[in-house]
């Protein structure tokens, strides 16, 4: 028996993780005085143009299939997008239609070191048609499932690509993963969630546990993954950024 997210009421709790179907609260901590080390913050942290390795799969109790192909069977490589404008992942493989997505960085202006900023995915039907037909879920596939950055199939680990952050951080702490489900504007459900990352306790930019499974309604058509993180920064990036004259303040996004 599957240990899943339900995305449209009741949800399960799932002994990997704690469960609280809730609005992301954004950090609201009082900003400290500038320095090199807060105004790092004001910056990306993720390299300019990356791109990222994404599948999305159905899942019933006993099988799952990709809800999207790529002209090499591969999962999809996603660029960073800040201005939001959608690319296509791939035609569905159960309508017809498109999957699409994008991703973008958000950081907060003044935020300092131990406040976080995140980065959101946003993954659609390009015709508003649900991710899962009538007749899936008649067949039990009613759960979704996402990829981001690595892959449980051995035969996708040569397209792996993680986030990837810049050089000054050190290293990124995730502080709250959490998925809305929508049905076009409307949010239906949002389930905030956590997964198994290094045993440091630093985040490598990637989300394939595969217990991450999530119940979903017939009417689901859009996900938005958050991911809410702390970037540490390296000592000589700081040092760099300050030599550079990099250091801007940036308004609140």
Sequence with gaps: ????HNAVGVLERCPMRALVP???IAATAAQAAASPEDNLFDLPIVQPNDNVSLRLKAVSQNDEFDLFTTADSGPASLQLNNDGTPSTLGPATNGNFDIIANWREFFESGSGQGE???LRFDISTSSGDPFISESDAQNGFTFVRWEI???TDPADNPFADAIDFRSVVESVTLVEATA???QDQTALNTVKYGFTIAGNGQWTGT????GNIFSIGRAVNRIEITYDYTPIPAPAGVAAFAAAGLIASRRRR
């Design 116 to 118: 976080p900023s995140r």
């Design 1 to 4: 028996m599957l240990a899943v």
């Design 22 to 24: 809730s609005i992301l």
């Design 207 to 210: 989300d394939a546990a595969p």
């Design 180 to 182: 809305v489900f929508f």
């Design 149 to 151: 950055g690595d892959h």
